[in-house]
């Protein structure tokens, strides 16, 4: 979105956490043009989170001081907010800011949770950040409908738009010729609160899953790994690999049959969108985002829910019908070409400069 935006002569700036190493995107940007400025969390943040209680909100922490300068200094004409949860800190302040100094804001989520209901003392702030947006985008239709039973509020300002993805749509990766082991792909970040795979290890441990021809390859890194690593040895799962950071999505479904992903919360996950369009199908569980996308039984397998019962019943499904799986993955192919647009960074562009025009 971001460079589109600037290959169209708009001047972006971005304010962005810091890491040791900024992401590739971060990177792309800055050389693109864009004016970035790294935001560097505080590790003294409970003390500051107490020095604000006790102050009674007089107390405003460095780095929100530094941010709210920088809001200032480059007063943009529009602020677009990306929300890694539906109400984290950083949306709730950005937000606030631009509302204190008048300037025009859109909201984009890329998940939610019902583990995320607003307290009692949140559900205002919540609501209010979301009602006073001039968009809120959502990256699907179930989060938007969690997100307004999470606030008690329609959000006739609310969208559905799409993320960019990281194969090419023409992507048409071919059929592993190997048939045997059906090899399954887990693509996600090594978080299991949010991605599942303890659900998945525990359920690969069952006798059944044991003697069969399956295996499975973790493909994503994070800082719960070396607990799933452990927690995969402890459990003697000898069909379960950690192929870490995998740069070349296409190249990793060429030898991957389907996607597993038993994930307990999602926005509308680029894992089951990549694979799809790689002609993969996929078993996930039934959460806001992913039913969206596949059809239980024609393009994939749902689980009911992020357990053990659920998630075997779903894999036992595809095992049994592992000679269909190619064919299921064709329909998956051409199912999702019909819901997502070629470019939707640039589809995104487009809306911001429609509505804020």
Request: glycine residues 6%.
């Amino acid at each position: 979105m971001a460079r589109w935006l600037l290959e169209g002569g708009h001047e972006i700036h971005a304010n962005v956490r810091f890491w040791p190493e900024p992401a590739r995107q971060v990177t792309e940007l800055i050389a693109a043009g864009a004016q970035v400025t790294f935001r560097r969390l505080d590790r003294r943040k409970k003390l500051q989170s107490l020095l604000h209680r006790l102050g009674g909100g007089g107390y405003v922490p460095p780095v929100h001081l530094a941010s709210r300068r920088w809001l200032e200094r480059v007063h943009p004409k529009v602020v677009v907010i990306s929300q890694g949860a539906n109400f984290d800190e950083w949306s709730l302040f950005f937000s606030e800011e631009c509302r204190r100094m008048d300037i025009p804001y859109a909201l984009i989520t890329q998940a939610n949770s019902l583990l995320w209901m607003p307290s009692d003392e949140l559900v205002e702030p919540v609501a209010r950040m979301f009602v006073q947006a001039r968009r809120a985008y959502f990256v699907s239709e179930g989060n938007r409908l969690l997100l307004e039973k999470q606030i008690g509020r329609s959000l006739p300002n609310a969208e559905v738009v799409f993320n960019p993805f990281n194969v090419s749509f023409d992507a048409r990766p071919p059929w592993p010729e190997e048939h045997s082991p059906l090899r399954l792909g887990c693509v996600a970040r090594m978080e299991p609160s949010a991605k599942g795979q303890d659900v998945l290890f525990e359920t690969l441990a069952l006798p059944k899953w044991r003697t069969r021809d399956v295996c499975v390859t973790l493909a994503g890194t994070g800082p719960w790994e070396k607990g799933l690593r452990r927690y995969a040895n402890w459990l003697e799962l000898t069909s379960v690999y950690f192929a870490g950071f995998v740069s070349d999505i296409e190249a990793f479904w060429r030898s991957h049959h389907a996607l597993v992903l038993p994930s307990r919360h999602e926005g509308l996950p680029l894992a089951l969108v990549e694979a799809m369009l790689c002609g993969r199908p996929a078993i996930v569980t039934d959460i806001p985002g992913n039913t969206e996308l596949l059809t239980d039984g024609i393009t994939g397998f749902i689980a009911r829910a992020p357990d053990v019962v659920s998630l075997d019943e779903a894999l036992e499904r595809a095992y049994q019908c592992r000679d269909e799986l190619p064919r299921m993955g064709a329909r998956a192919a051409e199912a999702i070409r019909q819901r997502i647009p070629r470019d939707p960074a640039r589809v995104m562009a487009d809306k911001l400069l429609e509505v804020f025009s």
